[in-house]
C-alpha cells in the first residue's frame, strides 16, 4: 500500500531572466514514506531548482507558475509547503525536511567547534532541553554518522572534508526529518569516502525511516542506493521507474542514452551499498591506504 511522505503536483518553475527559463514543467511525483528517490539528469535539466522548490529555498528570478508540494505527516495531517511562511517554514524546514547540498560540509562556521554547530540546532528547536541534555544528544548524533564523539570539540578545518561532510548529514538529521533531500551531496568526496557516506545513509535512512530524495549526474550510483529513480531532462520527469526495471528495461531513448554514457555499466554492479558489505568491494593500494587514513582519523 502506497503511503507518500512528500507529493509533488504538477510543478512548474520558471526563471524570468532576460528570456524566461522553463527550469521546471510540470513535474508531479510522489515519495513514499522511508524510500530513496533517485533523481538523474544532466547539468542544468532543473534538479537543483526541484530540490530548492520543494524546500522553499527558491529566489528571484525563479518564480513558481503552478502547481505545489504537499508534505503527509506521520502524524496524518497534510501541509502545503506554499503556505508556509516565517519561522513556521523554517521550523518545518529543520523538522520534517532537512536538506544537505553539495559543498554543505563548507558552510560550517570555521571559527566555531563542532559542538556549538550542532547544539545551535537544538537551543533553537529544542529549548526545552538542559546543557547537559544537548551535549549527550551531540553526542550520539555523531556516533550515528560514524564520527567519534570526542571530535565535538575539533574545529572544521581539523577535519577531513569527508567527515565534515558526515557532521553537515549529522546536522540534518538532529531533529529526525522525515524526508533529506541531498543534492550531490556527496560529489565533492574522493570515491572511497564517498560510499562510506552512501552505506551510512542507506544504514540510517533503515534505522530511523526517513525518505530520501537524492540527486546527482551519477546514474550508477543511483542504481546502488535508490529504490525508485526519476530521470529528468529539460525541465520534465521523462521515466521514472524502479531502480532495477529502469537499469534493465529503460523505456525512454534519453535514459537508455543517459545508461549508455557510463561504460562502468555494464560490469556486474549493485549488490554492495545496498547489502552494506562494503569490505566484498577490492580495492585497489590507493584506494586501501585512502580508507585506512580515513578511519584512523576518525
Ligand atoms: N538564477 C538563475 N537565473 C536564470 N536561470 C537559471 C538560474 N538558476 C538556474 N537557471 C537555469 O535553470 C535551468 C535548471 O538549472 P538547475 O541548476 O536546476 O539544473 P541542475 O540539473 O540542477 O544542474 P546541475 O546538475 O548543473 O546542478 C538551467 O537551464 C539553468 O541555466
Redesign the pocket.
Known amino acids: 500500500m502506497s503511503s507518500p511522505v512528500l507529493s509533488i503536483e504538477n510543478l512548474s518553475i520558471d526563471?524570468l531572466?532576460e528570456t524566461t527559463?522553463h527550469?521546471v514543467r510540470e513535474v508531479s511525483l510522489t515519495l513514499e514514506r522511508g524510500e530513496i528517490l533517485g533523481l538523474a539528469?544532466?547539468?542544468?535539466?532543473?534538479?537543483?531548482?526541484?530540490a530548492y522548490a520543494i524546500t522553499r529555498l527558491l529566489k528571484p528570478?525563479?518564480r513558481v507558475t503552478s502547481g505545489r508540494v504537499v508534505f503527509s505527516s506521520r502524524e496524518g495531517y497534510d501541509v502545503d509547503l506554499s503556505g508556509l511562511a516565517g519561522d513556521d517554514l523554517r521550523a518545518f524546514r529543520w523538522d520534517k525536511i532537512a536538506m544537505v547540498f553539495q559543498g554543505a560540509m563548507n558552510s560550517l562556521n570555521p571559527v566555531l567547534r563542532i559542538s556549538e554547530q550542532l547544539e545551535d540546532v537544538y537551543l533553537t528547536h529544542r529549548p526545552e532541553l538542559t546543557k547537559a541534555e544537548r551535549r549527550i544528544r551531540c553526542g550520539e548524533l555523531l556516533e550515528r554518522v560514524g564520527v567519534d564523539r570526542n571530535r565535538l570539540r575539533a574545529y572544521p578545518h581539523e577535519l577531513s572534508g569527508g567527515m565534515r561532510q558526515r557532521v553537515m548529514i549529522a546536522m540534518a538529521l538532529a531533529l529526525e526529518p522525515q524526508v533529506l533531500i541531498m543534492d550531490?551531496p556527496t560529489t565533492a568526496l574522493d570515491v572511497v569516502v564517498q560510499r562510506e557516506i552512501l552505506l551510512e545513509i542507506t544504514r540510517l535512512r533503515a534505522e530511523l525511516g526517513f525518505a530520501v530524495i537524492f540527486?546527482t549526474?551519477d546514474l550508477p550510483l543511483l542504481l546502488e542506493i535508490s529504490d525508485r529513480i526519476a530521470v529528468?531532462r529539460a525541465?520534465l520527469i521523462v521515466e521514472l521507474d524502479d531502480a532495477l526495471t529502469l537499469y534493465t528495461k529503460p523505456k525512454h531513448p534519453y535514459t537508455r542514452r543517459l545508461l549508455s554514457s557510463f561504460p562502468s555499466l555494464t560490469g556486474e554492479r549493485g549488490g554492495f551499498v545496498r547489502s552494506g558489505d562494503l569490505a566484498s568491494v577490492e580495492l585497489d593500494e590507493t584506494e586501501q591506504t585512502i580508507e585506512a587514513v580515513e578511519m584512523e582519523s576518525r
Open positions: 526563471y531572466a527559463v527550469a539528469g544532466e547539468s542544468g535539466c532543473g534538479k537543483s531548482t526541484l528570478p525563479a550531490e540527486i549526474h529528468m525541465g
